[in-house]
């Protein structure tokens, strides 16, 4: 019988930053932002299980009327259980966040006095049938409300998403291994007439090379009927990552349908990539870009900005132990919605974080 180990690691941040444009919309004004953060992480590990836990909340200022005080807050947690030959994992988490923080790369449909409730929920089963072959089923379920002015609330009517898969997946080596599943997702919304649904075969190979080198790539054709109308479709989501002695490199891509809290499913495209690297022991820099591309019918229905682009970098000191001082600048570029110019923002942001050690104990 082993004892259960737990740790306990606080986390606290205090940040300032300016952005020249928060909604990216033609005609903004500048303003200033103080966010306070406040993070717990609860963690409890055995032998063959593992479990954790973090509240996070924030507190947020702006020094421009037109955006009101709102703070954020959520609660994660994760479970997983592995024998020898099964293993299940699960995660789940609730938030309550002000739309400036979650309708920017979506809708589009900010106003600081609107919230989001998201309530989200997944996990995995792995059954092994031998050392080189199990079965896997996997669930997940997504809702979404917003309660605010009369107009956010009308624009914004949320949406209840659940998807599924079930498939096979193969050990073709030490480092490679190749699955096969079938999947499928739905989602409702209370719009009337605003209810779409896929369902389709997707294949995926992973490749490890000890922790240096990691590439992963899905690929998904499907049957979809949006709004009525149907059609085919294929969903795309690929990784890399290299690590090298004092930095390290990822891309990603993705297209596939996203759920929008205007109770739509939205094909979209996303490309990010990342570069970090040690200057000193005590300097970290990293350098971020995102494109964000969704398609014809988006746009044409007015459901969000045809791309989204995104260049930031950053330099982080650890200035001890427990503190470090972050300090970034970032650039965004985006066409709203039924406007013929792209509208540029920029921001810069000074961010203090105390770390300490995790608190571990057995009990």
Do not use: H, I, M
């Given at each position: 019988m082993h004892a259960a180990q737990w740790s306990l690691q606080p986390v606290l941040s205090w940040q300032t930053d300016f952005d020249s444009n928060r909604s990216i919309e033609p005609n903004g004004q500048g303003s200033e932002q103080a966010v306070l953060s406040a993070d717990a992480i609860l963690q409890r590990s055995l032998e063959n299980l593992q479990f954790s836990l973090q509240p996070h909340f924030d507190l947020r200022r702006y020094s421009d009327s037109e955006w009101s005080p709102g703070d954020d807050r959520s609660l994660a947690g994760a479970f997983s259980w592995n024998s020898e030959r099964s293993q299940l994992s699960l995660n789940g988490s609730i938030a309550n966040q002000n739309t400036l923080t979650t309708e920017l790369l979506e809708t589009g449909i900010i106003?600081?006095?609107?919230r989001r409730r998201t309530a989200q929920a997944s996990g995995e089963l792995d059954l092994?049938?031998?050392?080189e072959h199990l079965f896997f089923t996997q669930a997940?379920?997504?809702?979404?409300s917003?309660?605010?002015?009369?107009?956010?609330?009308?624009?914004?009517?949320?949406y209840r998403y659940y998807s599924a898969a079930s498939g096979e997946r193969f050990v073709l080596s030490e480092h490679l291994t190749f699955s096969a599943s079938a999947f499928g997702d739905y989602l409702h919304s209370d719009r009337a007439g605003d209810s779409s649904h896929e369902?389709?075969?997707q294949v995926e190979l992973k490749y490890s090379h000890s922790e240096l080198t990691t590439f992963d790539i899905q690929v998904g054709e499907s049957r979809r009927v949006l709004t009525g109308a149907a059609s085919l479709g294929t969903n795309v989501l690929a990784s890399a990552t290299h690590k090298f002695e004092l930095s390290s490199v990822s891309l990603s891509y993705s297209r596939s349908l996203v759920p929008?809290?205007?109770g739509f499913l939205v094909?979209?495209?996303q490309l990010t990539a990342a570069v970090t690297r040690s200057l000193t022991p005590t300097l970290d820099a990293d350098l971020s870009a995102i494109r964000i591309?969704?398609?014809?019918s988006t746009v044409r229905l007015e459901l969000d900005r045809r791309f989204y682009d995104n260049l930031g970098g950053g330099l982080t000191w650890k200035v001890s132990e427990n503190w470090s001082l972050r300090s970034e600048a970032t650039t965004s570029w985006s066409p709203p919605i039924n406007y013929p110019h792209t509208v540029h923002e920029w921001r810069t942001a000074l961010t203090m974080t105390w770390r300490p050690l995790p608190n571990v104990f057995s009990r």
């Open positions: 106003d600081t006095n609107t092994g049938q031998t050392e997940s379920y997504l809702g979404s917003y309660s605010g002015p009369p107009l956010s609330e009308e624009l914004l009517p949320g369902a389709g075969g929008y809290g205007n094909e979209r495209q591309d969704n398609n014809n």
